[in-house]
């Protein structure tokens, strides 16, 4: 099972990235995505979470900033990200698992067996 992340980078604050994450096919069978973020010296952090409907949970932090969404034909989870403030500048993670929750999608990464390599969000 693999996920790679890409569309990292440097932007301004107030600027918007997008972030992908293709799967292999077995991967994107599972019923859950999500994307979580670490910055050094701080916790890992849950951003956003989608199943396989398309139903998501966003963390507070991010809520009206950030939308996640996913292309099921692609095989890809996307997370736009607007309006960005120098607290979101950290390592950004895809993540699966073929489990979820009563109504959606588990929040906590320990629910996820499968991440990707990050991809870095500096804003400044």
């Known amino acids: 099972v693999q996920l790679v992340e890409s569309g990292g980078g440097s932007v301004q604050a107030g600027g918007s990235l997008t972030l992908s994450c293709t799967a292999s096919?077995?991967?994107?069978?599972?019923?859950?995505m999500a994307w979580f973020r670490q910055s050094p010296g701080r916790q890992r952090e849950t951003v956003a979470t989608?199943?396989?409907?398309?139903?998501?949970k966003v963390a507070g932090s991010v809520k009206g900033r950030f939308t996640i969404s996913r292309d099921n034909a692609k095989r890809t989870l996307y997370l736009q990200m607007d309006s960005l403030k120098a607290e979101d500048t950290a390592m950004y993670y895809c993540?699966?698992?073929?489990?979820?929750?009563?109504?959606?999608?588990?929040?906590?990464?320990?629910?996820?067996?499968?991440w990707g390599q990050g991809t870095q969000v500096t804003v400044s």
């Open positions: 993540a699966a698992s073929y489990v979820s929750v009563p109504g959606g999608c588990s929040l906590a990464g320990t629910w996820y067996p499968y």
């Open positions: 096919e077995s991967t994107y069978r599972s019923i859950c």
């Open positions: 989608v199943n396989s409907k398309g139903v998501t």
